[in-house]
């Protein structure tokens, strides 16, 4: 007898990895990601002061390796004696959270709306693509901030509004695939077996349309990080003295020319972050889905 | 030709449509109704109030609300500023060239830069240059822009003190603005140094908006070169002896364009959506400044003109991208 020949295949999550392990670049994000999110999730615990704490006797003090500098506060301060340091920690809960809440809004919604669109066609298909062409017209930061007008500066009008925005993208996407997945023989079998409509949408198409979702959702995840920073430095989202990055960089804004850093690494907490995001979505893209090339 | 021209537009229509119903719906969606919004803190006695309403049509049913605001945005009405009371169309259009002149200028930055870069980094696939390219093209495309712009300002106008910090030209400068584009206007004003001063504000400003389309331009270069490169015609031209350069520069470039030329075009609404950011940033007299300021001033009027009109603008340009895409390949406009 031969040797036994391992017939199954290995685990698709197993066989992912094992690519996406290949892709140096996105290793490396993931890796960056994740030391981001344990921080952020230990803060409390990590950082030498409590965010808020403002100690008066050290107003913009420069970080410890330029002159004026001390070990006390590694990043240096801000204008009201907090610690840089412990800001941008703390700051990471605020900032990489609200980029999850508001992909799992959007992408809730884009799923729910491209699903209807997909399974209703006719006239309920037609409005709903027509009126997310019109919200597609519309430059995403611009709307996301007449939608913040509308329901007035804050976090979580700033979260819904950008949800809103994004929204378009994860239905445009689900629609297009569940379409091709119910032209397919396993749904008509599952159809003709008696399923609901509900179990169709969710259990039986949604699954096979995960992988593009999955890689437009680690993309969006870093638009809306930026975005909502973005919103936060015009002083429309998270508000003073929440040390939400962008909101942080707006409060700075006033001292760029006397103390770079409170300007500096803020701003270097979302690149860093939003990089290593995007280097992760473009690895796990080039294994879940090999036909959408890069751009 | 005409029929694939008459198609496109067709399409636009209702999303146009569309974009107004949006910018109507934003002054009903605001608390308040719109003669408590216009009185302001000072308020008005409830018959005043309503013989406002019944005089600007608010007691009416929506849609005939709807349709005279339509009419009124067909005929170039876009209503007045609550703040300066002026047309918000006169307003929006004596900024729009600030606008206009930064948002060119910056999308030729990102070509001038981002072109070569595609075109080196895919003719040296795998090499230290290509992997900088696309390391670097990563970084701007993950850019925080504001963020990007307030680095700037303290190396070259903080530190190095070789740009200014705001506006369009220095205020000794005073001229009519003929073409409202302050490079052409001030070499036009025939002032010494004019043109130094308006070209020196324009550089950061530039460098912030150019830079995320820059890394999109030159990673669809890559893609696009790289694609071009292995079809057969390039190995033809190989085999037939032609140099690299001509090769590279003729052949498969030009094939490779159709594409670039869309993700150029499609760079509009990144353009005006990253103007206000910029322009905040910069203190830059445009569009994107002024959209913000009326936010904050609650000037709705001016929001509503404002998001109406950016959008057309995208739509317009997008629109002409499209046609210049059937123009440029037959393909596209017979296979509809």
């Known amino acids: ?295 | 030709m005409l029929r694939f021209f008459l198609s496109r537009i067709a399409v636009l229509i209702p999303t146009f449509l569309g974009v107004t119903l949006v910018a109507f719906l934003f002054i009903r969606l605001l608390p308040g109704d719109p003669v408590e919004m216009m009185a302001g803190e000072r308020g008005t006695s409830p018959e005043r109030h309503a013989e406002l309403m019944a005089r600007f049509g608010f007691d009416r049913p929506w849609w005939e609300q709807y349709a005279t605001f339509l009419g009124n945005v067909l005929h170039g009405d876009l209503g007045n500023s609550i703040v300066t009371k002026a047309p918000v169309l006169t307003e929006f259009l004596t900024l729009f060239p600030a606008t206009l002149e930064l948002s060119i200028c910056a999308i030729l930055f990102a070509i001038v830069f981002g072109l070569p870069a595609g075109v080196l980094a895919a003719s040296r696939r795998g090499t230290i240059f290509d992997h900088g390219v696309m390391a670097a093209t990563l970084t701007g495309y993950s850019m925080p822009i504001f963020w990007w712009g307030l680095l700037l300002i303290i190396l070259f106008s903080g530190i190095l003190g070789w740009t200014p910090v705001s506006g369009r030209i220095d205020l000794l400068y005073f001229f009519e603005p003929v073409t409202g584009f302050m490079l052409i206007d001030s070499l036009l004003s025939d002032q010494d140094g004019a043109f130094m001063s308006a070209f020196s504000h324009l550089v950061l400003p530039t460098i912030v908006l150019g830079t995320i389309p820059l890394a999109v331009i030159a990673r669809q270069t890559r893609s696009a070169m790289l694609e071009v490169l292995s079809e057969d015609y390039v190995r033809t031209a190989k085999a037939k002896g032609l140099p690299t350069r001509r090769v590279v520069g003729l052949h498969a470039f030009r094939n490779a364009l159709i594409p670039v030329v869309t993700t150029i075009g499609l760079q509009t609404g990144v353009l005006l959506a990253g103007a206000i950011l910029t322009e905040t940033i910069f203190s830059w007299p445009g569009v994107g400044k002024w959209l913000i300021d009326s936010i904050f001033r609650r000037d709705y009027p001016s929001v509503q003109g404002g998001l109406l009109l950016i959008a057309s603008v995208v739509m317009i340009v997008n629109l002409l991208v499209d046609l210049t895409y059937g123009l440029i390949d037959p393909r596209i406009r017979h296979g509809r």
């Not at chain 1, 390796?65 to 240096?76: D, I, K, M, P, V």
């Not at chain 1, 960089?249 to 701003?267: M, Q, S, Y």
């Open chain 1, 1 to 295: 007898m031969a040797a036994e020949i391992a017939t199954r295949p290995p685990h698709p999550f197993i066989e992912g990895w094992h690519y996406f392990r290949q892709n140096k670049g996105a290793l490396a994000g993931l890796i960056v990601f994740l030391a981001f999110v344990v921080i952020a999730a230990l803060s409390p615990w990590l950082a030498p002061y409590s965010p808020d704490a403002q100690d008066r006797a050290a107003v913009l003090v420069p970080p410890f390796w330029q002159e004026g500098g001390s070990t006390a506060h590694l990043l240096g301060t801000d204008a009201v004696g907090r610690d840089l340091l412990s800001r941008i920690m703390y700051g990471g809960r605020w900032s990489l959270f609200i980029g999850l809440i508001v992909i799992v809004i959007s992408m809730s919604g884009g799923i729910l709306l491209g699903l209807s669109a997909a399974f209703a066609r006719g006239f309920v298909d037609t409005l709903i693509m027509r009126v997310l062409d019109v919200l597609l017209a519309i430059p995403s930061l611009l709307l996301a901030l007449v939608v913040v007008a509308i329901l007035g500066p804050g976090l979580f009008n700033a979260m819904f509004a950008v949800a809103l925005v994004y929204m378009p993208h994860y239905a445009r996407l689900t629609r297009g695939s569940a379409m091709s997945e119910l032209q397919k023989d396993y749904v008509t079998a599952s159809r003709v077996a008696g399923a609901s409509v509900w179990r169709l949408m969710f259990r039986t198409v949604l699954p096979n349309c995960a992988p593009p979702l999955i890689v437009q959702a680690t993309l969006g995840f870093s638009t809306a990080v930026l975005d909502m920073a973005a919103l936060g430095f015009l002083g429309m989202g998270a508000q003073p003295p929440t040390p939400e990055w962008g909101t942080m960089l707006a409060d700075a804004r006033e001292f760029i020319l006397r103390a770079w850093w409170v300007v500096t690494f803020p701003g270097l907490a979302i690149l860093i972050s939003v990089l290593a995001v995007n280097l992760m979505g473009d690895g796990l893209r080039d294994v879940l889905d090999p036909k959408l090339k890069r751009s």
